[in-house]
Nanobody
Framework: QVQLVESGGGDVQAGGSLRLSCAAS????????MAWYRQAPGKQRELVAS???????TYADSVKGRFTISRDNAKNTLYLQMNSLKPEDTANYLC??????????????WGQGTQVTVSS
């Protein structure tokens, strides 16, 4: 079993910054692609950014130039540096990981999320 635990969310004023972390633990052999998603009340879950094991990154157009995704493979940890935050960035941010287990099965896991609230 694999657990993903997010941290770093909070309340911030527009223009401020936050850094989210997602720590993966459990029966992990290797983690392939990791990603951040977000979901605001009444809206569909959307992909914010993703990063492959080879550190190729992709970003939603709405966060390009403001957010930076990174990972520490030695610590099985994913990060999201969020700068120039806007009220429309307010959402629950969830971590996702494609994990190869110690038994060589590949499964997709989600964290519980961390809330980010940006006030104007």
């Amino acid at each position: 079993q694999v657990q993903l635990v997010e941290s770093g969310g909070g309340d911030v004023q527009a223009g401020g910054s936050l850094r989210l972390s997602c720590a993966a633990s459990g029966s992990i052999s290797r983690i392939k692609t990791m990603a951040w998603y977000r979901q605001a009340p009444g809206k569909q879950r959307e992909l914010v950014a993703s990063i492959t094991s080879g550190v190729t990154t992709t970003y939603a157009d709405s966060v390009k130039g403001r957010f930076t995704i990174s990972r520490d493979n030695a610590k099985n940890t994913l990060y999201l540096q969020m700068n120039s935050l806007k009220p429309e960035d307010t959402a629950n941010y969830l971590c996702n990981a494609e994990v190869i287990s110690l038994y060589y099965t590949t499964l997709n896991y989600w964290g519980q999320g961390t809330q980010v609230t940006v006030s104007s």
